[in-house]
């Protein structure tokens, strides 16, 4: 228990909050006009999963966007940690909304997920009481700050974890003699072939020399299992991150399938002490402002 | 500080709701990941790349009639920029019936005609194709191809 509060800098759960709410931000904006496209799509595509199952049908394409530009403008506000009790959990409700109407035309898409449970567990985390607009409370939060970053680092943990163990329950320990995952990697590369997407640049040499997909299977089942060791913190975290890291690379690199979310880095920002450049990038916008 | 029953509190609340979060996220162990919609969102079985696949694969997709022969469509041209939506796309179509995959021809052919880069398609036609993977990658070996609907594009 006493691991789990173990106290951090409150400037480092904000810079979270910052690189979090911001690349959610982005990532939003830019997909604004295939979120356009998708939701024009019509009624005939729409196969509503999670919270988009109360609708009937698609919404109008007007009120799509308009819950889209919505989510943005709240996360501005949770950027800037501004009402951060009210504009948090919105703001985590917003983006779970866009993502999942986004998800929720013929095709689950799992890029996103891990972004959403972040946002959930900042949106009530006390991730505004530092680098924010509102004026920072006169005590510490009485939990403490570093229960939050645990939380979120046990939340990319247990997204590996659960894939780790799917690739066992579906494919057994044969999963690691790599076949399966050649097998995958040709397929997919096949999807795109014939629809039109970009070949992975590597995909086509390495099915030609099957060999490293063992290599590539028993790495990647060892980083998705040995995820929880994420949470020890320190250099062993910091590997991991950096495993976890160049995993997404190769999938890339094999799939042409971007995990943007932990490429940028940003899905492993509670494990690195990220307040001190947020910080001065902080500090030079203040005093930009002030002038 | 550890004995102030408001951090007792407040400690038990982040507890409550980190334990909370943290069982709802590994709730879809419970599920079968090999039942189909077990899938959801964001909370996931994560799937993918787990099932045991052969390497043949039947798909359907458009192409685009041209005199030097057939070109492959962009996702941008069926309605989407994604490849694995442009795919649910033509599945729902073909499950819909002729009609649907006709509306659906329409629509890319209107996109096909009013893009300079594909100026020299002069039909679509959707198809479902039967390939191994690594002989149509490797060596650009195809199989058959089923046609499933054609229309024209109109300039």
Request: net charge positive; aromatic share 8%; proline share 6%.
């Amino acid at each position: 228990m006493n691991w789990f509060f173990a106290d951090a800098p409150r400037e480092r759960l904000a810079a979270v909050r910052i690189l979090i709410g911001t690349w959610a931000f982005v990532y939003l904006a830019a997909r604004s006009v295939e979120f356009f496209k998708v939701a024009s799509l019509g009624a005939p595509h729409f196969e509503p999963v999670g919270v988009t199952r109360i609708l009937g049908g698609p919404l109008p394409v007007s009120v799509a966007m308009i819950t889209l530009g919505a989510s943005l403008v709240l996360l501005v506000l949770f950027v800037l940690g501004v009402g951060y009790r009210v504009v948090g959990p919105l703001a985590a409700v917003g983006v779970l909304w866009s993502t999942t109407y986004r998800t929720s035309w013929g095709m689950v898409f799992h890029t996103d997920n891990l972004l959403v449970l972040h946002m959930i567990a900042l949106a009530f985390a006390p991730a505004a009481h530092a680098f924010a607009l509102a004026k920072p409370p006169t005590r510490p939060a009485r939990a403490g700050y570093g229960w939050a970053l645990k939380l979120l680092v046990a939340l990319t943990a247990a997204t590996y974890v659960i894939a780790g163990i799917a690739k066992l329950r579906l494919g057994g320990l044969g999963w690691l003699d790599g076949e399966v995952l050649r097998n995958h990697i040709a397929l997919d590369n096949l999807r795109k072939a014939v629809l039109g997407d970009w070949l992975a640049p590597l995909a086509t040499l390495f099915l030609a020399h099957p060999g490293a997909f063992t290599i590539f299977s028993v790495m990647s089942l060892a980083l998705e299992l040995g995820a929880p060791i994420a949470l020890v913190g320190g250099k062993p975290a910091r590997l991991w991150a950096v495993g976890a890291w160049s995993f997404h690379l190769g999938v890339v690199l094999l799939m042409n399938i971007w995990f943007v979310y932990p490429l940028t880095g940003v899905a492993f920002a509670a494990l690195l002490p990220v307040e001190r450049p947020v910080g001065r990038i902080v500090s030079r916008l203040r005093s930009i402002l002030r002038t | 500080m550890a004995h102030d029953p408001a951090v007792t509190r407040a400690r038990i609340a982040a507890g409550v709701f980190s334990v909370g979060l943290l069982v709802a996220t590994l709730s879809p162990l419970a599920r079968d990941p090999k039942a189909r919609k077990s899938d959801g969102y964001p909370l996931s079985t994560f799937p993918m790349f787990a099932e045991k696949r052969a390497t043949k694969l039947t798909i359907t997709y458009a192409l685009g009639d041209a005199p030097s022969g057939a070109r492959t469509l962009t996702p941008a041209l069926v309605g989407t920029g994604e490849v694995l939506q442009a795919r649910a796309m033509f599945e729902t179509a073909l499950a819909g019936g002729p009609r649907r995959i006709a509306e659906l021809c329409a629509q890319i052919a209107t996109r096909v005609a009013a893009d300079g880069d594909y100026a020299d398609v002069t039909a679509i036609r959707i198809v479902t194709g039967t390939h191994d993977a690594v002989d149509y990658l490797i060596d650009g070996k195809h199989g058959p191809e089923k046609l499933r609907g054609q229309c024209e594009v109109k300039r």
